[in-house]
C-alpha cells in the first residue's frame, strides 16, 4: 500500500546500482575521481628534470613575468644573460603558473609544503578531463554503456597514464588535447539532425582547433598528430551537406588553433630562434624496427604489457574503418597513435627513459582508450 502510494505520487525509489547504471560516465568518472585522490603521491612531484624544468618555468612566469630558470639541469637551453630556458614544450608549464600564481598565500594559511596539492591538482583534472572525452567519444560512436565505462577506465585507471597522476610531465595535457580535439571534431561533423543547430556544429569546430593548438603547445612533435584529429571537420558528414557550411566550419577551426599555435611559435622563436631547434644534439639514432617492436611488445616498455586494452582498441578501430560513415573516425583517432610510435621508434631515447610505460605513446592512450569501448 505505501509502495504503491509513492508511485502513485510520482516518486520512484531506486537502487544505488539503479542510479549507477543509469549514469555510467558520471558513475564512472566519480570513480576515477577518488581513486586518482585517494592514491596520487604528492612527494614524488617534479622530482625529474623534465618536470623541474616545466614547473619551474610555470613559477618564473608567475613570480616573475619570465620564462627564465636557472641552470645546471639536464638538455636546458643556457642563454647569454646567465640563465637558461626550457627546451619543452610551454603548455604545461601556462598551466602549472596558475597553482604557483596563489601557492604562496596558501602556504601562508596551511605552513610549509602545502602547496604541492595545488599542483598535483594540475594532471588530476587533465587525466579525468581525458577520460570524460574518452567516454563521449566512445559512446557517440555506438559504445554503449558498458563501451562508456571502459573508454573512461581505458584513459585513467586502466592504463599508464594512472602513473602520470603526481607527476608535472605534459604527457596528461597531451592525451587530453588530442582526445578532445577528435571528439569536437566529430562532433562537427554530424549531420544538423543529430547535432543541434550550425552554430553548434560552429563551435565544437573550434573547441577542436583550440585542442589540436594546445596539444601543439605541449609538445613540437604534435605538429604532425594533431591535424589528424581535425580530419572529420575537413571532411564534413558526407551527406550532401553544401560546401559553404564545411568551409565555415573549417574556418571556426582555424580560428580556433590560432591563440595556441601563435603562442608555440611565439615561445620557440623566443627561446631558441627559430622552431624545432629545442632538441639540438638529439637525434633518431635507434634502429627504426627495434624500438618498433619493442614500444608494442617489447617486456619492458611494450604498450601492450601496460595498455592491454590495445588489442581492443585496434578491434574498436577496425570494426569503424568497415564503415563508410565512420572512417573518418578511424583516422581521427588511430592516426595520432601510428604518427606517435613511427616518430619515436627510432628517437634516440624510444622508451622514454623516467616513465611508466612507453611515455611518448601515452598521449595516444584516451584515443585508443574510446575505440577499446567501440569494440
Known amino acids: 500500500m505505501q509502495q504503491a502510494g509513492r508511485k502513485s505520487r510520482g516518486v520512484v525509489k531506486m537502487s544505488l546500482w539503479e542510479r549507477v547504471t543509469r549514469r555510467p560516465l558520471a558513475s564512472?568518472?566519480?570513480?576515477?575521481?577518488?581513486?586518482?585522490?585517494?592514491?596520487?603521491?604528492e612527494r614524488?612531484?617534479?622530482l625529474i628534470s623534465d618536470e623541474q624544468q616545466?614547473?619551474?618555468t610555470g613559477v618564473s612566469m608567475a613570480e616573475f613575468g619570465e620564462i627564465g630558470i636557472a641552470r645546471g639541469m639536464l638538455f636546458m637551453v643556457h642563454r647569454p644573460e646567465g640563465d637558461a630556458v626550457s627546451p619543452y614544450g610551454m603548455g604545461n608549464s601556462l598551466l602549472l603558473a596558475l597553482p604557483a600564481l596563489v601557492a604562496g598565500r596558501w602556504e601562508q594559511a596551511f605552513g610549509d609544503g602545502a602547496s604541492q596539492t595545488l599542483y598535483v591538482l594540475v594532471p588530476l583534472a587533465l587525466i579525468l578531463a581525458g577520460a570524460a572525452f574518452a567516454g563521449l567519444l566512445a559512446r557517440d560512436l555506438g559504445g554503449g554503456p558498458a563501451g562508456t565505462v571502459v573508454a573512461v577506465l581505458g584513459a585513467s585507471v586502466a592504463s599508464p597514464l594512472w602513473a602520470y597522476a603526481g607527476t608535472a610531465y605534459s604527457e596528461p595535457l597531451q592525451g587530453t588535447a588530442l582526445v578532445g580535439a577528435a571528439f569536437l571534431a566529430l562532433r562537427s561533423a554530424r549531420e544538423p539532425a543529430k547535432n543541434g543547430s550550425g552554430l553548434s556544429r560552429n563551435m565544437a569546430a573550434a573547441g577542436a582547433g583550440f585542442l589540436a593548438g594546445s596539444a601543439l603547445l605541449a609538445k613540437s612533435v604534435n605538429l604532425l598528430a594533431a591535424p589528424l584529429t581535425l580530419i572529420p571537420v575537413l571532411v564534413g558528414s558526407g551527406s550532401g551537406e553544401p560546401r559553404r557550411d564545411r568551409v565555415r566550419r573549417v574556418l571556426f577551426a582555424v580560428a580556433g588553433g590560432l591563440l595556441p599555435t601563435a603562442l608555440w611559435l611565439a615561445f620557440e622563436v623566443v627561446r631558441f630562434g627559430r622552431p624545432f631547434t629545442s632538441y639540438g644534439g638529439q637525434d633518431f639514432t635507434h634502429p627504426f624496427l627495434d624500438g618498433l617492436v619493442r614500444l608494442l611488445v617489447g617486456p619492458n616498455k611494450g604498450l601492450v604489457i601496460f595498455f592491454p586494452l590495445l588489442v581492443l582498441a585496434v578491434g574498436g578501430l577496425v570494426l569503424l574503418a568497415r564503415e563508410p560513415g565512420r572512417r573518418v573516425a578511424t583516422v581521427a583517432m588511430g592516426g595520432p597513435f601510428l604518427v606517435l610510435l613511427l616518430v619515436t621508434a627510432s628517437w634516440w631515447a624510444w622508451d622514454g627513459t623516467v616513465g611508466w610505460g612507453p611515455r611518448f605513446l601515452v598521449p595516444a592512450v584516451p584515443l585508443l582508450a574510446a575505440a577499446a569501448g567501440v569494440a
Not at 28 to 41: E, K, R, S
Open 44 to 46: 614524488l612531484f617534479g
Open 28 to 41: 564512472a568518472l566519480v570513480l576515477v575521481a577518488l581513486v586518482l585522490a585517494g592514491t596520487v603521491d
Open 54 to 56: 616545466m614547473l619551474y
